[in-house]
């Protein structure tokens, strides 16, 4: 599996924009970017997902490099209800992988 | 709308007990569907995948098992428990197709004592 990279830990104030990075240097062209988030004891959360092109949904935008080894999440307003681990995870399409492979996530600190 | 379904949400078992928890997926047809664990303080292990009734492929050698009575039913079983087998515990499902993530329930937190 293609694996990704991200900071284990970032910190933010609330109502600031917040950009959480990932690199993912060894993508392949059938690898479709997600992002999780997790709260304290619960399951994970579908955040966004894309290919190629920036995405833009209610809780997110996703930024996509122009040769895709990196990918950045990025929440417009932070609130403290943002404070979650961040997973941003690889998953291939164009084969028979079905699954996701989380990583160790990014801890996200949202200060009052 | 599809939801899905775990239980219970909390388990304290002995050592040496059996195991069975139950996850379930309404609203939708042929999903894929996952178990995953995550111990204390740590990531999320993929431990079973099924994409389809009676299909279950496993991605760690360990004492659990899976199965996959009916399409939307996976079902995670252990016959004796150990410590190690502590943990949060979740259910997710997926369509196979690009435009869709994960949907995870909302987890089985058990402790082997």
């Known amino acids: 599996d293609a694996k990704t990279t991200q900071p284990n830990s970032m910190e933010s104030n609330e109502e600031e924009p917040v950009h959480l990075p990932c690199n993912h240097s060894?993508?392949?062209?059938?690898?479709?970017i997600h992002w999780y988030r997790q709260l304290p004891s619960q399951g994970p959360e579908y955040v966004i997902h894309?290919?190629?092109s920036n995405v833009n949904n209610r809780m997110a935008s996703l930024a996509i490099a122009e040769d895709r080894k990196s990918s950045t999440l990025i929440l417009h307003r932070a609130t403290l209800r943002d404070a979650a681990v961040y997973y941003c995870i690889l998953r291939d399409w164009g084969g028979s992988n079905y699954k996701l492979t989380f990583g160790k996530g990014t801890l996200l600190t949202v200060n009052p | 709308s599809q939801t899905i379904h775990q239980w219970p949400a909390t388990l304290v078992q002995p050592v040496g007990s059996p195991l069975s928890l139950e996850c379930t997926v309404e609203?939708?047809?042929?999903?894929?569907l996952y178990w995953y664990r995550q111990a204390a303080g740590r990531g999320l292990q993929l431990l079973f995948y099924s994409v389809g009734i009676g299909q279950i492929s496993s991605e760690v050698p360990q004492n659990l098992s899976a199965s996959r009575p009916q399409d939307r039913q996976f079902i995670l079983s252990s016959k004796k428990l150990l410590l190690s087998d502590s943990g949060f515990y979740l259910c997710?499902?997926?369509?196979?197709?690009?435009?869709?993530?994960?949907?995870f329930g909302s987890g089985t937190r058990l402790t082997v004592v």
């Open positions: 894309g290919l190629t």
């Open positions: 997710a499902w997926s369509w196979d197709r690009e435009t869709y993530g994960y949907t």
């Open positions: 609203g939708t047809s042929n999903p894929n």
């Open positions: 060894t993508i392949s062209g059938t690898d479709y």
